[in-house]
């Protein structure tokens, strides 16, 4: 699977981001898909995934209630709608598939993106 993410950018704290990530390659509805993050000077961070077929989603603690992980198979797409943003969530965003459904950690992931820069400023 070929990952590519965009839509990052500067934001003020507060403000919305859509991330998007566009997948070619194998099956797209076969593998459950993710967002992991890292920040300058540390470890990758699992942000959000989802199953599937979208039944399910999983989120780190930091951003429940503020982003939201969904999918369109038809689309080949993943999105991270990410409101209120604070500016710890300053990071890399990268989308990733996992082969197991409830892909939670970076480890569980075996297909990365590019990553996508998300800035927000205070």
């Known amino acids: 699977v070929q990952l590519q993410a965009f839509g990052g950018g500067l934001v003020q704290a507060g403000n919305s981001l859509r991330l998007s990530c566009a997948a070619s390659g194998r099956t797209f509805s076969n593998y459950a898909m993710g967002w992991v993050r890292q920040a300058p000077g540390k470890e990758r961070e699992f942000v959000a995934s989802i199953t599937w077929r979208g039944i399910i989603t999983y989120y780190t603690d930091s951003v429940k209630g503020r982003f939201t992980i969904s999918r369109d198979n038809a689309k080949n797409t993943v999105y991270l709608q990410m409101n209120s943003l604070k500016p710890e969530d300053t990071a890399v965003y990268f989308c990733?598939?996992?082969?197991?459904?409830?892909?939670?950690?970076?480890?569980?992931?075996?297909?990365w993106g590019q990553g996508t820069q998300v800035t927000v400023s205070s």
């Open positions: 990733a598939a996992g082969d197991a459904p409830n892909s939670r950690r970076p480890s569980d992931f075996v297909y």
